[in-house]
């Protein structure tokens, strides 16, 4: 009975962890799903063994009964949310209705055995089903979390899951014999288990939030762009493994303040994620975007000669000029933009200076008369 309620004390204070994780980092998902499945679960498991036992000894057995069948329901709810949980962290993605249908269905099982009469015994076999079931389920997904830092932590998951299904399972041979019942080793061995599982997860959590917090500080919110600090760092990648000059297309949206006046800055914002996505669509994967602030962004390639670099620039020229714009009042419109080109030497010109100079280009076709493209001499 303490060791239960220990146990119930254990589940909050993890729960508390996990809510501040989540909350800390927002696009972490299935952390907060996590720890408040485990606390469903812990309380369930405490109605069901403990609230059982205590009834029981009282002579209360309506209690008893109530307390058997209720919290077989709310451990197996928690267990599958425990799997609703592994599935959208690893998968990063909203639940499919399958996936979703887990919880109603678990939850129904012990439901039902309650209303075919079924007592403790019974209750037994359908929540060990419902677990065996679900671990086999966090197994499948956990096997996803191939890289470093994740898999260290993952696998261990996987392996503790596997000795709780060991575990659980191995009540199977008993129910032919009606003999149900757990010891205090076995108990024991189960909350060690339990107690590694969320570790692994706080870990899995805490790597998943610095990823995230990283990102978060590499890309433009708006835009998906790399902003500058997160330019500045993938070229400092880039140049460890090319020896190869860079190439710099400086990019502005024409008469962009006219579009904020006219329309809206909603809209405007609107105007710059389309122009983004579209860039972002026509660029191989070794070739940088980044949003150097406002409605001025960057290309940035390695080993591109003047005339792949001038095609490059009228492309993205020529994809902007067919977009059109739809503000909520007012007709369609369409927004072109200026290019200006710079070709760096074989001997690493700074990108500072590589910069400059794509700028200077940029001013030379705005001066020119805009939606152009124009290479720095």
């Known amino acids: 009975m303490l060791t239960l309620l220990s146990d119930c004390l254990l589940a909050i204070v993890l729960f508390v962890l996990f809510w501040y994780v989540a909350r800390v980092s927002r696009n972490v998902q299935g952390v907060l799903t996590w720890g408040a499945a485990h606390l469903i679960y812990t309380i369930g498991a405490t109605l069901f063994d403990a609230g059982t036992a205590t009834f ?40 499919h209705p399958a996936e979703f249908a887990v919880v109603p269905v678990a939850v129904a099982v012990p439901l039902l055995v309650w209303g075919l009469g079924g007592a403790w015994e019974a209750q037994s076999v359908a929540l060990n089903c419902v677990e065996l079931l679900v671990l086999l389920w966090i197994l499948w997904n956990l096997r996803v979390l191939r890289e470093d830092p994740y898999r260290l932590p993952a696998r261990m998951m996987m392996a503790g899951c596997a000795l709780l299904a060991t575990l659980y399972g191995s009540v199977v041979p008993g129910w032919s014999f009606s003999q149900f019942g757990f010891d205090e080793i076995w108990v024991s061995a189960d909350l060690s288990i339990w107690f590694m599982l969320n570790f692994c997860m706080l870990m899995l959590s805490s790597f998943r939030a610095a990823e995230s917090l990283k990102l978060s500080a590499m890309f433009d919110p708006l835009t998906s762009a790399l902003n500058r600090r997160g330019l500045h760092g993938e070229l400092s990648t880039w140049l460890e493994r090319n020896d190869r000059g860079l190439t710099v297309i400086a990019i502005d949206l024409d008469h962009f303040k006219t579009v904020n006046d006219r329309h809206g800055h909603d809209t405007g914002d609107r105007v710059l994620q389309r122009f ?6 026509g660029l191989r994967s070794d070739q940088l975007f980044a949003r150097m602030g406002g409605e001025e962004f960057a290309v940035v390639t390695v080993g591109t000669d003047r005339e792949a670099a001038r095609q490059l620039a009228e492309r993205l020229r020529n994809q902007m000029m067919r977009l059109d714009f739809s503000p909520p009042e007012g007709r369609p419109f369409r927004v ?16 500072a200076e590589l910069m400059r100079r794509a700028d200077d280009a940029l001013y030379m076709a705005k001066r020119k008369g805009r939606n152009r493209v124009e290479m720095h001499p």
Do not use: K, N, Q
């Open 56 to 95: 029981s000894e009282a002579g209360l057995a309506t209690a008893a009964m109530l307390s058997t069948h209720l919290g077989s329901a709310v451990l197996c709810g928690g267990m599958a949310g425990l799997g609703w949980a592994i599935a959208r962290f690893t998968r990063r993605r909203a639940l």
């Open 276 to 281: 983004s996505e579209t860039v972002r669509s």
């Open 336 to 351: 072109t933009i200026s290019l200006g080109i710079a070709i760096g030497d074989s001997e690493g010109e700074p990108f």
